[in-house]
Nanobody
Framework: QVQLVESGGGLVQPGGSLRLSCAAS????????MGWYRQAPGKQRELVAF???????NYADSVKGRFTISRDNAKDTVYLQMNSLKPEDTAVYYC??????????????WGQGTQVTVSS
């Protein structure tokens, strides 16, 4: 099995910055796409950004130019640098990874979530 552990959430004022980290551990044969999703109260979970194994990236329109996703393949870790945060960025942020624990099919894995609150 693959476990994902997020860290770095918290309370920040509008205009501030936070950096989220997500480390994958356990039985990892191959780690493919890694990404971040978020879910605000009363809303559906939405994609924030993802990064492929070759480091190609994709962002939701709402975060383009403010958030940057990156990964350290040696550490099986993905990061989300969030700048110019807005109150509407407040949500639980979930790490996601498409990985295979052994040679064979890939599966979708989720972290437990980390709260990000943007408020003055």
């Amino acid at each position: 099995q693959v476990q994902l552990v997020e860290s770095g959430g918290g309370l920040v004022q509008p205009g501030g910055s936070l950096r989220l980290s997500c480390a994958a551990s356990g039985s990892i044969f191959s780690l493919n796409v890694m990404g971040w999703y978020r879910q605000a109260p009363g809303k559906q979970r939405e994609l924030v950004a993802f990064i492929t194994g070759g480091s190609s990236t994709n962002y939701a329109d709402s975060v383009k130019g403010r958030f940057t996703i990156s990964r350290d393949n040696a550490k099986d870790t993905v990061y989300l640098q969030m700048n110019s945060l807005k109150p509407e960025d407040t949500a639980v942020y979930y790490c996601n990874a498409v990985a295979s624990p052994k040679p064979g099919p890939y599966y979708n894995y989720w972290g437990q979530g980390t709260q990000v609150t943007v408020s003055s």
